[in-house]
Each structure stands twice: as C-alpha cells, then as structure tokens.
C-alpha cells in the first residue's frame, strides 16, 4: 500500500510501524519537497526560509564563537547560510535522506557536521554542548510526548544560558482549516501517514512542557502567525 496524505505521499508502508520516521525519506526532488513543506509552492518556502535567517540570527544572539544545532535540517538551505556566522552548527534529522542532502548543500562549509536521530531525542549528544538551536516545522508533527522527550534533551545540550528557536501549532485562521483537512485523512489512515500528520498543540500546553522540561519562554518570543506560532526557549543560568 502507497499512502497519497501530505506528509506521506508516495511511500511504501513497511510492514511494521517500528520503522515511522521512513514517512521522512524520499527518492526524488517532488517528494522532496512534499516533506519539507507540502503543497506549498517551492518559491515560496525558499522566500521563507531565506526571511527567515537574520530573524533566527537575532532570536538567538548568534555570533562568530556560537555553537548552534539545527534539528530537522532538510536540504539544508538555512544550514548553509547559517554556518559562516557561527563556530560551529550541528545538523541533526531523522532522515538519512535529508542528511545527505544537506551534506551535498553544505559541501564548502567545514565547520557543519551531522548527527542522526534513531528515535532518541538527542539523547546521543553530550550535556551542555551548544549555545542554541532551533527546529523550524519539526515541532509541528510531534505529539506532547514526542515534544517533551525533545524539550528535555534539548535543556541537557544547551548551555546555562542557552536558547532554543522553535516552532508549533495552535488553531487560528490559517491552522484551522488545515486541521480539518487531517481530519479528513485520518480515519484509517497507516500509522507511518500519521507520523507525518500536523499535529495541534495549542500554546498553553506548549509552554507546560517546556516548564517540565526546565525551559523558559523569552519574554517577548511568542508571535502568533494565525496559528503557526514561534517561541524561543531558554535554560537559565545556574544558581550560584
């Protein structure tokens, strides 16, 4: 069976739903770029991700000694960018497909290297390692288990200090009819389909998490794009 939702469309369901985080790779540009952002036209996602940049830059106070990671890189396009004003920037994703895709789009840039993710959270990468991170439309697929088995790995990377850029899903006039567009496709849809599925957290919740996880919003952060919402995250310092 060959799933046609969204997120899924084009791959072969295994047999086994061990193997969920296969609904991120793909075999050619189309399917590509149906992972990394839809239907939504590939000019439009670069535009974005392009105005996006010197937001993130500033949102994180990025300098030349920062250490930064990137969970969900994608092809790579806000790495390769991104990678001259740091000192270093990990690219981290759950698609090996991905992965060597931003490879090939960082190819140049020595100081950009990569860590797969095996359903671990980042639980591979050593304590207080990083200076910042940021996930954009990664946050908006998982479910509050998968949300704070993140938060809680990514406070144990970050330095005191730290901070941490992301992304989520609450109803508002551009979400809610996306919502009921799933709602459509989820009856009977393969458990791999709805891995890829959006995934509507709403802001309350997503802030509890990260309460229990031990991150605090950045006064300020929160803007509310009719429903796709942006927070930045911080560990604080510790207590002397």
Request: include cysteine; hydrophobic fraction near 40%.
């Amino acid at each position: 069976m060959t799933s046609q939702t969204p997120a899924g469309k084009g791959v072969r369901m295994p047999r086994s739903v061990e193997e969920l985080n296969v609904v991120w790779e793909w075999d050619d540009p189309e399917g590509m770029q149906v992972r990394l952002a839809g239907y939504q036209p590939r000019d439009e996602y670069l535009r974005d991700r392009a105005e996006r940049i010197d937001q993130l830059a500033a949102a994180l106070s990025l300098t030349p000694d920062t250490d930064l990671f990137e969970i969900g890189s994608g092809e790579g396009v806000m790495a390769r960018e991104l990678a001259p004003r740091v000192g270093s920037l990990l690219c981290a994703d759950v698609s090996l497909s991905f992965l060597e895709k931003t490879r090939a789009t960082c190819a140049g840039r020595p100081n950009v290297t990569y860590h797969h993710i095996r359903n671990d959270y980042l639980a591979g990468l050593p304590d207080a390692s990083f200076d910042a991170g940021f996930a954009l439309n990664v946050f908006i697929h998982l479910n509050a288990f998968e949300v704070y088995l993140y938060l809680r790995e990514i406070r144990r990377v970050l330095r005191p200090g730290g901070r941490f850029l992301f992304n989520y899903l609450d109803f508002g006039e551009v979400t809610r009819p996306q919502f009921h567009e799933y709602v459509k496709s989820y009856p009977g849809a393969h458990p791999v389909a709805v891995k890829g599925f959006m995934s509507w957290l709403g802001t309350d919740v997503v802030r509890k998490l990260a309460a229990e996880a031990g991150l605090t919003p950045v006064p300020g952060s929160h803007d509310d794009q009719g429903g796709v919402c942006f927070l930045t995250l911080r560990r604080e310092q510790e207590a002397a």
